[in-house]
Nanobody, 119 residues
Framework: QVQLVESGGGLVQPGGSLRLSCAAS????????MGWYRQAPGKQRELVAL???????NYADSVTGRFTISRDNAKNKVCLQMNWLKFEDTAVYYC?????????????WGQGTQVTVSS
């Protein structure tokens, strides 16, 4: 079991920045791939950024060059630095941990944090 708690959301103007953090507990953090997803009103949840247990990263096309995902295994934390925010980045952002163990995939979600980009 993994417990995830996000923080850092808020209201920001277009062009501004926010840094989201996700604190993990309950299992060996370094074994998990960590991702940030978001869900805007009326839309499906989508992957924003992913970082594997080995540190490889992957980003949605819409955020490439603006967002950076990072992890600190010593602190059991994953962060999402969001720069040059746009109106369309407004959504609830969720932290996700996943791992395949013995052929079974395990996935855990945080409760989400609201990001609102507005002038």
């Amino acid at each position: 079991q993994v417990q995830l708690v996000e923080s850092g959301g808020g209201l920001v103007q277009p062009g501004g920045s926010l840094r989201l953090s996700c604190a993990a507990s309950g299992s060996i953090f370094s074994f998990y791939a960590m991702g940030w997803y978001r869900q805007a009103p009326g839309k499906q949840r989508e992957l924003v950024a992913l970082i594997t247990s080995g540190g490889s990263t992957n980003y949605a096309d819409s955020v490439t060059g603006r967002f950076t995902i990072s992890r600190d295994n010593a602190k059991n934390k994953v962060c999402l630095q969001m720069n040059w925010l746009k109106f369309e980045d407004t959504a609830v952002y969720y932290c996700h941990a996943s791992r395949v163990y013995d052929g079974v995939e395990y996935g855990y979600w945080g409760q989400g944090t609201q990001v609102t980009v507005s002038s």
